[in-house]
């Protein structure tokens, strides 16, 4: 068997006595669960240890494989420079799974370093590793960073990774290192929202479980309010133990300093085709788009006929017959926005109304898009499925003279400066409060945080 085992990890730097000074024993139950899983890591004899970190090299559609044959790291950036470590990377394992990847069209490999540094994810599960008598002269390691990409393909590279152990005849183990919600507690350094120990136990109660469906299908709005950084971490890590019977042990979970350090152990056993979570993710999906379809509206039905015809054909669509008498004899402004896999993926619309009624208007701004939003690429014909929608009907906006008459929720807010102007959309995840609203705005029409500007409002209704 070519993968011996696998585990959950956190990677708070405070653990280590030379950073912590003491406050390490607040976290007693973290650092006694590292020790054991180290040890029974050397116990196991792996050849290499693959380490995936959310701190390595990351792109939002490529998986970095660290390259070359050695390095080092130490934790100089947390004021103890005198941890230090060196490792061999396996460069024919890296080799190997950047070529299988791109044969299984994951975009994965060598290229793109920009720091060969060993980050503070890597080093702290090392340390435990070396302090557990790893012997790292004869032991390989191989980093991998994460991605902005899709559950799915973070399960998929797993399975790449995997493969190519299996036909290098590597005995590996597999390391995931992450932390959880950032967001605990109000003193914390991230602060707190309620999502933050909601997103926790759900994810310790999935990787004890070894329930990988449930990991790859947690709410997204939960997870992004939660501010995590190791789930993508834990995807690959599912992947890798494809197929494979598994005994998951929960060793411990705290959350004392704000940010939640969980700690989970895989025992694999032999073949189990049941556990076959690629395929069963595919299946979920699918029942997920057929219900966000037949709930959709007639305002977000159209959205979807008109990206999904100019995807397919490169042709505007032609309205429908039979459109409710509100979008053939009303004028307005709208948003259409679209979202994949919980990331935003084109977002274009107008303020005031530029067509001839409201349905022109939707028609018009899905095209665009999907296929003139500077920040993304044109959606593809494979990507319809996995978009979801939402249309924002504008209000006429409101002149206001003061940041008092906004409230991210109900309002939207455009600002001016010259000739330059910015919009942002009401009650959007992950903005809080009206001077994050207003800095967005500024950002997206190129004014500066310090000039001053005019300030409109104006409130939409949202259909998805």
């Not at 103890?80 to 190997?96: G, H, M, R, S």
């Not at 790893?134 to 493969?163: E, N, P, T």
């Not at 600002?415 to 330059?420: A, L």
């Amino acid at each position: 068997m070519s993968i011996l085992g696998a585990v959950a990890v956190p990677h708070p730097p405070i653990i280590l006595p030379e950073v912590g000074r003491g406050e390490e024993r607040k976290i007693s139950a973290t650092t006694n669960a590292y020790k054991e899983i180290s040890r029974r890591i050397v116990e196991l004899k792996p050849e290499t240890i693959v380490i995936t970190s959310p701190h390595s090299v990351m792109y939002a559609d490529y998986f970095h494989i660290s390259p070359g044959i050695q390095a080092s790291g130490n934790m100089a950036q947390f004021r103890a420079p005198q941890v230090e470590l060196t490792i061999n990377y396996d460069v024919d394992l890296a080799k190997k799974i950047s070529t299988d990847s791109q044969a299984a069209g994951i975009p994965a490999g060598t290229l793109g370093e920009r720091n060969s540094s060993l980050d503070h994810g890597t080093m702290i599960p090392l340390r435990f590793l070396q302090q557990a008598g790893l012997d790292f002269k004869s032991v390989k390691f191989l980093r991998i960073g994460l991605s902005g990409l899709s559950a799915a393909a973070h399960y998929k590279f797993g399975q790449s990774i995997a493969k190519a152990a299996e036909e290098l005849g590597r005995n590996i183990f597999f390391l995931a290192s992450g932390d959880l919600s950032h967001k605990l507690k109000a003193d914390g350094p991230y602060g707190f929202v309620d999502e933050g120990p909601v997103f926790d136990a759900q994810v310790m109660e999935n990787l004890g479980g070894a329930d990988f469906l449930r990991l790859m299908t947690m709410d997204d709005k939960i997870c992004s309010r939660a501010a995590e950084c190791g789930l993508r971490s834990f995807w690959i890590m599912a992947g890798a133990l494809d197929k494979l019977s598994v005994r998951a042990e929960k060793l411990s979970y705290e959350g004392t300093f704000g940010v939640g350090y969980g700690i989970a152990w895989f025992e694999v056993g032999g073949a189990d085709s049941s556990r076959n979570f690629d395929e069963q993710l595919s299946k979920f999906k699918q029942y997920e788009a057929f219900k966000r379809k037949a709930k959709e509206d007639a305002f977000v039905k159209l959205a979807r006929h008109s990206l999904e015809t100019f995807v397919k054909t490169h042709e505007p669509a032609a309205l429908p017959d039979n459109l409710p008498a509100e979008l053939l004899n009303r004028r307005a402004g709208a948003f259409v926005s679209l979202h994949k896999d919980g990331n935003l993926r084109g977002c274009i619309g107008t303020i005031l109304a530029t067509q001839k009624n409201l349905a022109e208007e939707i028609l018009q701004n899905a095209i665009s898009a999907c296929s003139r939003d500077p920040r993304f690429e044109p959606v593809t014909v494979d990507e319809l499925d996995d978009i979801e929608y939402s249309v924002d009907v504008l209000g006429e906006p409101e002149r206001i003279f003061t940041v008092n008459d906004l409230n991210v929720r109900r309002y939207g807010v455009i600002v001016e400066n010259g000739g330059r102007r910015g919009l942002l959309l009401p009650d959007l995840d992950g903005v809080d409060t009206v001077e994050e609203q207003i800095a967005i705005a500024k950002r997206k029409a190129g004014i500066r945080p310090d000039e001053k500007v005019s300030l409109w409002r104006f409130e939409v209704i949202r259909h998805h």
